[in-house]
């Protein structure tokens, strides 16, 4: 009876911290969203890497171009040259170098089939098209240039730099990225970035206001749509933030938040005021030294998640809608309270 007892009580036990240790590693992923499954569509990936590495002559890499008008002028910047051909013979020599195909075999280890990321991508349009049921899914290709170029986005077409991606850890690395920012150009911050740049094209803003209120409600409408249509995706994803600056920026928020009162920041309008607070970089240190950079635009986040909360009647696009972020601001209620 005593055994039964102490098994009981250790199976208890064990399923509280089963349980504790659940809630813990799912602790921003996962919120309310409606079931799409029966939503039909369909992603496919082309790949124009494989297309251009080794491509046989210079005709046909001019074939690729001509059919690939967007990545020629974004990727090749071919208008910026008096004599395109200067161009194409680069690139050709380029695909064509035994030097590239330790870059090419790196990218294939990284992304092998890229099945996984076309997944994500068509469960993310998925919910697109929930939400907006006219909306047209863009086409995808993938390309490698030499770390060249990162991304192409339109409201019709993604164009993905593979070999931008590669990671910290990877042997071939952006030299022009500070290491704050390179943390982000791996893969699975891909797809995650691709909708939050993507949202772009949902995200109605007034163009008049100038304050850093607007700019911030604007990222955090970002953020919002991003998260709704990748719903099990961690926030540190969208944010950039590692695991650790987002529990610790959750931990800190009201002495954050009493610090943008302090400095005055809602209402400033000086871009060199607002990029302290808003733009990349690798601390804001008018917050503090382990305050990450851009901790407005999540400020933005909450405040437009707490304008959510206040009407969960409205819709993604209806919310999407709303420019005044005034309006935002106030309806929110956001006041974080200290513990």
């Not at 921003?28 to 494989?50: M, T």
């Not at 931008?164 to 071939?172: A, E, Q, S, V």
């Not at 995706?233 to 009493?258: K, M, N, R």
Request: proline fraction near 6%.
């Amino acid at each position: 009876m005593i055994v039964f007892q102490e098994k009981r009580i250790t199976g208890i036990l064990t399923f509280i911290l089963l349980s504790i240790f659940f809630i813990a590693c799912n602790k921003n992923k996962c919120i309310d969203a409606p079931d799409v499954l029966s939503v039909e569509v369909s992603v496919n990936i082309e790949r124009l890497d494989k297309k251009l590495h080794k491509i046989p002559t210079k005709n046909d890499l001019e074939e690729v171009i001509k059919k690939n008008e967007v990545f020629g002028e974004s990727f090749l910047n071919l208008s910026e040259y008096p004599m395109p051909g200067f161009i194409v013979d680069r690139f050709y020599n380029l695909m064509n170098d035994p030097g590239i195909d330790s870059l090419f075999i790196e990218v294939d280890r990284t992304f092998g089939d890229m099945e996984d990321i076309r997944l994500q991508f068509e469960d993310a349009f998925r919910y697109l098209k929930f939400y907006y049921p006219d909306a047209k899914i863009p086409k995808i290709k993938t390309v490698v240039t030499g770390i060249a170029h990162d991304l192409y986005i339109s409201d019709s077409l993604i164009i993905i730099g593979l070999d931008y991606y590669l990671g910290p850890k990877g042997k071939y690395q952006p030299m022009s990225v500070p290491g704050y920012i390179l943390g982000r150009y791996q893969k699975e911050y891909l797809v995650p970035q691709i909708m939050l740049m993507y949202s772009n094209y949902f995200n109605k803003t007034d163009y008049n206001d100038k304050t850093a209120l607007a700019d911030m409600v604007y990222y955090g409408k970002a953020f919002y749509m991003a998260k709704n249509l990748m719903p099990c995706t961690s926030d540190s994803l969208f944010t950039g933030y590692t695991e650790f600056q987002t529990t610790d920026i959750e931990e800190h928020e009201p002495v954050i938040w009493a610090s943008f009162l302090e400095n005055e920041v809602l209402y400033e309008k000086n871009p060199f005021i607002k990029d302290k607070f808003l733009s990349e970089r690798p601390i804001t240190i008018e917050i503090g030294e382990n305050c990450p950079g851009r901790i407005g635009r999540w400020i933005g986040w909450r405040i437009v998640q707490k304008y959510a909360l206040q009407y969960p009647e409205m819709t993604l696009p209806e919310l999407m809608q709303q420019s005044d972020a005034q309006k935002f601001f106030n309806e929110s209620k956001y006041k974080p309270i200290p513990y």
